[in-house]
């Protein structure tokens, strides 16, 4: 099984018994018989713990008690359950400073750090642009039910000078914003953010002899970053 929860997503009041479970009569609504926390149905296989730097304090503690002795405990229960997971997190934020602003427990992140992917933002990564663009096109393209036949190229070069602020999930949205826009089946810079069309004018470069395809966007990236 895999489970995936948003730690920033879940009231704290409410996020100790996604994650644990509770017991019948734990709390005020508690369903009859209690219910399962996200550990326990995670049971065998993955938990992953999304913008864990917003968890907060009491409950990483607990968090901490549960990889060191790989048992729960459900809200208002006694019990110990055994649990055997794999545990993935992700955070958008440098949890070595949350730890010198006391905001995350340096015993948890040494717990969790066991390996450690560092994913650099979009900036850093351009030449992933053009893929994204590719596979953004056609997710939303078949969900509006629109066929894009081409993308202009000056987008192109708009999205390649753009600093991506909001990493993915921006260019995800600018894509769909322009796949919603479009009437032509065309994508072109008027569908664009207002953002991007500023700060990716900021001293442009075109890198785009033709209207880019397909056929020629590999051989094009490959020939420009080689220079």
């Known amino acids: 099984p895999f489970f995936a929860i948003n730690c920033a997503a879940i009231p704290r009041e409410l996020i100790s018994s996604e994650l644990f479970g ?9 369903s009859k018989g209690g219910k399962p926390g996200a550990f326990e149905l995670a049971d065998q296989g993955t938990l992953f713990l999304d913008e864990i730097g917003e968890m907060p304090m009491d409950l990483q503690a607990s968090l901490l008690r ?14 110990f359950i055994p649990v055997n997971i794999r545990l993935i997190s992700a955070t958008n934020r440098d949890l070595s400073e949350e730890i010198k602003n006391r905001n995350f427990r340096q015993d948890i992140f040494y717990r969790l ?14 030449g ?16 509006i039910g629109k066929t894009i036949n081409k993308i202009d190229s000056e987008v192109i070069d708009l999205f390649m ?14 894509i769909e914003r322009a796949v919603n826009l479009t009437r032509n089946g065309i994508i072109t ?4 953010a207002k953002e991007i069309l500023e700060e990716g004018n900021k001293n442009r470069v075109s890198i785009w002899g033709n209207t880019i ?11 420009t970053y080689m220079l």
């Open 189 to 192: 810079p008027d569908l664009l």
């Open 66 to 79: 549960v990889l060191e002795e790989k048992t729960i405990i459900r809200v208002g229960g006694r019990e």
């Open 213 to 223: 395809t397909k056929d020629n966007m590999e051989e094009e990236l490959i020939r």
């Open 113 to 126: 750090s066991v390996i450690s992917i560092a994913i650099p933002p979009l900036r850093q990564r351009k």
């Open 128 to 143: 992933d642009i053009p893929l994204l663009i590719d596979h953004f096109v056609k997710n939303f393209s078949k969900r």
């Open 161 to 174: 000078n753009y600093d991506w602020p909001g990493n993915v999930r921006e260019l995800s949205n600018a």
């Open 22 to 30: 509770y017991n019948e009569g734990a709390f005020t609504g508690a």
